[in-house]
């Protein structure tokens, strides 16, 4: 008997793996060495878009059918000014497709020696992210590096993937190339992949493929509970996480770092609860940065829901529409958080009045 979503769970972890293992070549060859110019965050560019051209290369072939929402288009570099960096992804892009066939690969989706693409049909295949997304139907997300900063610090970064059917997230993969297998273990191995596939549960692999392991949110304590939260402060509000810790009695530091990654942890028990308030008048927050994640913590017996209790709708457009914030906790502790997060902003209406 087939298992339902296999052929797309195996092509997501095997294509997630290869654009880690891109990814961090980049980093190691353009951000460490500074070959091109950090401050225009070039080796992003090129990280970015090289990933994107791979992974959808390899959609194109695996899920003809399939239509892709992706962080990146292709405009940009195919103007004249837009020579050099292009080039590179072309490259980057070009040597990561003709990779040698690892575990679980299939040459069939365009990979290993021999898949040399042109650099029309690699900017094509940037340009199939530009789907509008919808309610119903297949479609992939992609966010070829998700944590910006993070990558260029050579800290926490994400490349996350994830299929989305009628609206409902059913496959999400996530690949952190700088994550400890173990947190408490940072000098140990290094290099995780996370994997959910509706109603089938969570799992953690390493980049090597190691056996998966099954993972599930643990009880909260007291003692344990905190949260997982951005780094930078423009990015979630700081101010507001620190009042609904107050309000919960935490007393536990804020376990701080870039991208899905955040997701990856709590999944596994790292921290207790990652909170995303926005900081800005009507930001919407993108699909890509919470379809792959938001299925990991649901599989991982926990709950994702917005500020308000409404879970996140994935079926709007490329944007959660009016989807206010993110919470994301275990089954035992995700209300008691609600209730706070919702005193808090009632409490900072009232003082505006």
């Known amino acids: 008997m087939s298992v339902p979503l296999a052929a797309e769970k195996q092509f997501a972890v095997a294509a997630v793996r290869r654009a880690c293992l891109l990814t961090s070549f980049v980093f190691n060859k353009l951000v460490k ?27 194109a072939r695996a899920f003809p059918d399939d239509p892709i929402v992706g962080e990146e288009d292709a405009s940009d570099l195919r ?14 892009a070009n040597d990561a497709l003709n990779a040698d066939l690892e575990l679980g690969d299939k040459a069939s989706w365009g990979i290993g020696p021999g898949s040399t693409q042109t650099t029309d049909a690699l900017l094509d295949a940037i340009d199939r992210g530009n789907f509008a997304g919808g309610r119903t139907g297949r479609m992939w997300t992609i966010d070829p590096i998700d944590g910006t900063k993070g990558f260029l610090r050579g800290g926490q970064y994400a490349v996350c993937l994830a299929l989305i059917v009628d609206g409902i997230v059913q496959v999400g993969v996530i690949g952190c190339p700088n994550l400890p297998a173990v947190w408490t273990q940072p000098r140990g191995d290094v290099g995780c992949i996370f994997v959910a596939v509706r ?15 099954p993972i599930s949110i643990p009880l909260s304590t007291p003692g344990t509970l905190n949260f997982l939260e951005s780094v930078e402060a423009a990015h979630a509000d700081h101010g507001f996480n620190e009042r609904v810790s107050k309000l919960l009695g935490i007393i536990c530091e804020p376990t701080r770092m870039d991208s899905q990654a955040k997701y990856c942890c709590l999944a596994r028990g790292d921290g207790g609860a990652y909170l995303r308030m926005p ?72 003082a505006k009045t």
């Open 33 to 59: 060495n500074e070959t091109l110019v950090k401050g225009d965050k070039s080796p992003v560019t090129v990280g970015d878009f090289a990933t994107q051209a791979m992974v959808n290369t390899m959609l």
């Open 79 to 92: 103007a004249e000014s837009g020579t050099t960096v292009r080039e590179r992804i072309i490259e980057l």
């Open 199 to 213: 109603g089938q549960g969570a799992q953690q692999l390493t980049l090597s493929g190691a056996s998966p392991t």
């Open 279 to 350: 900081t800005g008048v009507g930001y919407k927050e993108k699909i890509w940065d919470h379809a792959p994640g938001s299925l990991l913590i649901e599989e991982a017996d926990g709950i994702v829901t917005d500020s308000r209790g409404q879970s996140l709708d994935f079926g709007l457009g490329r944007t959660l529409g009016e989807n206010y914030g993110v919470i994301a906790a275990g089954k035992d502790v995700h209300a008691k958080i609600l209730a706070a997060v919702q005193q808090a902003n009632t409490e900072i209406a009232n």
